[in-house]
Every structure is written in structure tokens, then in C-alpha cells.
T-cell receptor
Framework: NAGVTQTPKFQVLKTGQSMTLQCAQD?????MYWYRQDPGMGLRLIYY???????DKGEVPNGYNVSRLNKREFSLRLESAAPSQTSVYFC?????????FGPGTRLTVT | QKEVEQNSGPLSVPEGAIASLNCTYS??????FFWYRQYSGKSPELIMF????GDKEDGRFTAQLNKASQYVSLLIRDSQPSDSATYLC?????????????FGRGTSLIVHP
């Protein structure tokens, strides 16, 4: 079992570029989440998907979109990257409430 | 806005001592509480969860919950240098039919030999 996987591990974007962060889990979990973590801050929820076919906004959704492609995969898209989106992004899945995190994507927007 | 407050630290304890990490939360209706450990540059990992008032023990770790005071704590007995990490408190609250975690900013723990 790989658990929760994320790609890429690192990414550098220029302002205005777009990209998609990929997340997959092999634990048959219904719920999946995207967080960002900035220095000195806790984890802030961007979007979540309680089950396949549903997505909802979290605390900081502006500038992001998500797709729950199937039960395994939950992607996060930045349509027009901004320096304020420089952060570490974590994907997580849960059953029912305990969360299991992926290794993270370190994103820098210049 | 649901809030979860933690002292950012760092909390410094000698090896072998008890480390006490504290967390308060604002939503009186919260039912589930979690502690995650995060090593520098790594992802958070779940170490304890507690749903009922009182204490829950797992090895060297004890989680304590007091819903009346809206307070949850984590005790680490016989602290080891390998326990040095940031500890994140998370509180689950109901939102539109789902249960959403809110994380505190974390407490940095340093265990020195």
C-alpha cells in the first residue's frame, strides 16, 4: 500500500502560469482534502471532497479549483499562479475522521 | 470561524521528562479531537485521537479531554530526542453534513539530551 501519493514533489512557477497538483490514495477512503501550510501557520483547508462526485470549499479556496476524478484521485488546479500561493500543499484522505497525509508538494511562485 | 489555539513554543524539556502540550477550541459542539506530529520537512502523522471526556493512553502518549473547559492536551512521558517535532491539534466540527477538521498552528517541542 502506497497510502497517499502526491505529484510533483517540487515545482517552480512564474506568476500567471497554471498547473495541477495530483493526489491519489489506495486506502479506499471516501473523503479527501487539500491543505496549504505556510511558515508559522497550521494547515489551512483549501477544498475537500466528502465522497466521490462532491467537492466543497474550505477556509482558503480563492485562486484554486479541484476535481474529484474518481474515488482514488483528487486534483488541485491553480489557474493563474500568484506569489501568495507559494506554500507547501498537502493532500489527505480520511476514514472516517482520522486523516492520512501525502508527502506534500513544495510550490514556489516567482 | 472555528478556532483552535496552541502555544507556538518552542517547549523545551530534558530527555526523560514529561512534555505537556495544550490546545483550546472555540466550537462547543466539537466531538472529535486529534493530535498529529510533524517532523521538519515532513507531512503530519496521526498519533492520538480522543472522543470522550477523560484520559486516553497509548504507550508513552496520553490525550486528555475536558469538553466543559474546551481543552485538550497531550502528555508525552519519558520524552526522547526523537520526539522533537511540531505537534498539531485538530478539532472536528460539523459543516453542511460533513465533518471538517480545523488545525491549530502547532507547538514546537524540543527534547534535549
Amino acid at each position: 500500500n502506497a497510502g497517499v501519493t502526491q505529484t510533483p514533489k517540487f515545482q517552480v512557477l512564474k506568476t500567471g502560469q497554471s498547473m495541477t497538483l495530483q493526489c491519489a490514495q489506495d486506502m479506499n477512503h471516501n473523503s479527501m482534502y487539500w491543505y496549504r501550510q505556510d511558515p508559522g501557520m497550521g494547515l489551512r483547508l483549501i477544498y475537500y471532497s466528502a465522497s466521490e462526485g462532491t467537492t466543497d470549499k474550505g477556509e482558503v479556496p480563492n485562486g484554486y479549483n479541484v476535481s474529484r476524478l474518481n474515488k482514488r484521485e483528487f486534483s488541485l488546479r491553480l489557474e493563474s499562479a500568484a506569489p501568495s500561493q507559494t506554500s507547501v500543499y498537502f493532500c489527505a484522505s480520511s476514514v472516517p475522521y482520522e486523516q492520512y497525509f501525502g508527502p506534500g508538494t513544495r510550490l514556489t511562485v516567482t | 470561524q472555528k478556532e483552535v489555539e496552541q502555544n507556538s513554543g518552542p517547549l523545551s524539556v530534558p530527555e526523560g521528562a514529561i512534555a505537556s502540550l495544550n490546545c483550546t477550541y472555540s466550537d462547543r459542539g466539537s466531538q472529535s479531537f486529534f493530535w498529529y506530529r510533524q517532523y521538519s520537512g515532513k507531512s503530519p502523522e496521526l498519533i492520538m485521537f480522543i472522543y470522550s471526556n477523560g484520559d486516553k493512553e497509548d504507550g508513552r502518549f496520553t490525550a486528555q479531554l475536558n469538553k466543559a473547559s474546551q481543552y485538550v492536551s497531550l502528555l508525552i512521558r519519558d520524552s526522547q530526542p526523537s520526539d522533537s517535532a511540531t505537534y498539531l491539534c485538530a478539532v472536528l466540527h460539523a459543516s453542511g453534513g460533513s465533518y471538517i477538521p480545523t488545525f491549530g498552528r502547532g507547538t514546537s517541542l524540543i527534547v534535549h539530551p
